[in-house]
């Protein structure tokens, strides 16, 4: 069991804690932000395609819904 900083207060927390006991800060979205960053650095192309693929079937489902009476 090691010892972290909390990202919002400083004070040295015990690395199993869930949140900050002298702050009140959510250490495990703290951590989770931090892992979904690294592997964003990771493959960023990877996350860029999936984003934009993301946009055009939102674009795509929202025109046929618009259209799909007039066929």
């Given at each position: 069991?090691?010892?972290?900083?909390?990202?919002?207060?400083?004070?040295?927390?015990?690395?199993?804690?869930?949140?900050?006991?002298?702050?009140?800060?959510?250490?495990?979205v703290a951590r989770l932000?931090?892992?979904?960053?690294?592997?964003?650095?990771?493959?960023?192309?990877?996350?860029?395609?999936?984003?934009?693929?993301?946009?055009?079937?939102?674009?795509?489902v929202a025109f046929w819904?618009?259209?799909?009476?007039?066929?």
């Amino acid at each position: 069991m090691g010892m972290i900083e909390c990202p919002q207060c400083g004070e040295k927390i015990s690395d199993q804690e869930k949140s900050c006991p002298h702050c009140g800060f959510n250490v495990g979205v703290a951590r989770l932000g931090r892992f979904l960053e690294e592997r964003q650095k990771e493959h960023p192309m990877k996350y860029k395609l999936l984003k934009y693929l993301l946009i055009i079937c939102i674009f795509g489902v929202a025109f046929w819904l618009l259209t799909w009476r007039n066929w």
